[in-house]
């Protein structure tokens, strides 16, 4: 079945870390997408990918850096200049239309 | 940017209730998706409709473009349709970023 995978489910971070959350689909789409969502809020865009080796800052880039070395994958860094990490990390990818499908998310976790 | 206001904020109904939710923007899309976000946070992709019409089920959804708003109507609830219901916009067609409502939160009671 073609989906995307997120991984890991949970991820605990310690302050001045950086971490790696991972975003992988096999439903052949171009671009990519990473959201953020905060506890009763909406999703904010951090960054996106239209193409491989290329990809644009959201509205919230600052203390995230992202890579799409392939088609399939899209890895988010979020990095220690990022001072408010905790949050549900969502990814998605969409087709030629722009239908959206979304990961099961990464609940990243500053201890 | 375009803005997106969803409404109401929350919604507590009764098994077998109907409900519309509606979402608001401020600019012309060519994009237009309603989300299901479960209780584990799993967001499911329920209609593309930046113009006109579309059924599935229970659910139908009507965006009239240029009023800028979209209905997405749910009939005979169930208590799995509880979770948020999410509005997203984009202002082109294809590969596009979208804007996200703050949703509606539906919680539905046997």
């Known amino acids: 079945d073609g989906g995307i995978t997120q991984s890991p489910k949970y991820l605990f971070r310690k302050e001045g870390q950086n971490v790696t959350l991972s975003c992988e689909q096999n439903?052949?789409?171009?671009?990519m997408y990473w959201y953020r969502q905060d506890p009763g809020q909406g999703l904010r865009l951090i960054y996106y990918?239209?193409?491989?080796?290329?990809?644009q800052k959201g509205d919230i880039a600052e203390g995230y850096s992202v890579s799409r070395e392939k088609k399939e994958s899209f890895p988010l860094t979020v990095t220690s200049a990022q001072k408010n990490p905790t949050a549900f990390y969502l990814c998605?990818?969409?087709?030629?239309?722009?239908?959206?499908?979304f990961g099961s998310g990464t609940r990243l976790t500053v201890v | 940017g375009i803005q997106v206001e969803q409404s109401p904020p929350d919604l507590i109904l009764q098994e077998g209730a109907n409900s519309t939710l509606r979402c608001n923007f401020s600019?012309?899309?060519?994009?237009l998706q309603w989300f299901h976000q479960n209780p584990w946070g799993q967001l499911i992709n329920l209609f593309y409709?930046?113009?006109g019409t579309k059924q599935n089920g229970r659910l139908s959804a009507t965006t009239v473009a240029t009023e800028r708003y979209s209905l997405l109507y749910i009939s005979s609830s169930q208590t799995t349709d509880s979770g948020v219901y999410f509005c997203?916009?984009?202002?082109?067609?294809?590969?596009?970023?979208?804007?996200f409502g703050t949703g509606t939160r539906l919680t539905i009671i046997p």
């Open positions: 600019d012309s899309v060519n994009n």
């Open positions: 409709i930046p113009s």
């Open positions: 998605a990818s969409s087709d030629r239309v722009g239908g959206y499908t």
């Open positions: 439903l052949n789409h171009d671009a």
């Open positions: 990918s239209q193409i491989v080796n290329d990809f």
């Open positions: 997203a916009v984009g202002a082109n067609f294809g590969n596009e970023k979208l804007t």
